[in-house]
């Protein structure tokens, strides 16, 4: 089982909610990562927290806003979504930024109507 | 030309063949090389990583890294139904003084009894 917990597995939201998906590692990894997987394509990176502070955007419209309260908790908070949003979210964590043991939650299925 | 290529497949084979999964990458200057595993409608799982050049091997599984070649390889022994799931290489890439996993599009296993 993975220690990454990613809730909520799936999520329904129309175009005009405000919705939230959230991570959290109990492994006291520093850095945490948002991914977007359409089906049969390969994660994509959204975000990176390093110790806490974003370190990478990867140019992700603004309807995504990303928050790390603390070293334990990732959020990605949704707002104005577009149906072709709809993708599976996965929450990654490790023990630094170099990366190398990246570690994945069981992911968020979000449906965007 | 992107960073790391995958045969989507999908390769299908039976029970207790020998799999062989590969990628190519084409930064030369890329040192850890990580496979993971997905099953349908979950999170990427870490199988292995190696570092530079040759093999590390874990249970049936063995990785093996040729830089010369830019080529990456992960074999399967004594193939098992549960094996079936999508095979992801990916490699480290440095990003603004992280280093980000790097996925190909990711080979579909089936292994069939």
């Known amino acids: 089982d993975t220690e990454v917990t990613q809730t909520p597995k799936h999520l329904v939201m129309g175009m005009t909610n405000k919705k939230s998906l959230k991570c959290e590692q109990h492994?006291?990894?520093?850095?945490m990562y948002w991914y977007k997987q359409k089906a049969k394509k390969p994660p994509e990176l959204m975000f990176v927290y390093s110790y806490e502070k974003l370190s990478i955007n990867e140019s992700v419209p603004s309807r995504f806003s990303p928050e790390c309260p603390n070293s334990s908790l990732l959020n990605l908070h949704l707002h104005a979504l577009q149906p072709e949003d709809s993708a599976l979210y996965l929450c990654?964590?490790?023990?630094?930024?170099?990366?190398?043991?990246?570690?994945f939650g069981e992911g968020s299925w979000l449906t965007v109507v | 030309q992107k960073e790391v290529e995958q045969d989507p497949g999908p390769l299908s084979v039976p029970e207790g063949a020998i799999v062989s999964l590969n990628c190519t990458y084409s930064n030369s200057a890329f040192q850890y090389f990580m496979w993971y595993r997905q099953y349908s409608r979950k999170g990427p799982e870490l199988l292995m990583y190696?570092?530079?050049?040759g093999n590390k091997e874990d249970g049936r599984f063995t990785a093996q890294v040729d830089k010369s070649s830019k080529y990456i390889s992960l074999f399967i022994r004594d193939s098992q139904p549960s094996d079936s799931a999508t095979y992801l290489c990916a490699t480290l890439n440095a990003s603004g003084g992280s280093y980000i996993p790097t996925f190909g599009r990711g080979t579909s296993l089936i292994v069939h009894p």
């Open positions: 990654a964590s490790s023990q630094d930024s170099s990366g190398n043991t990246i570690y």
């Open positions: 492994m006291g990894h520093r850095a």
């Open positions: 190696t570092y530079s050049s």
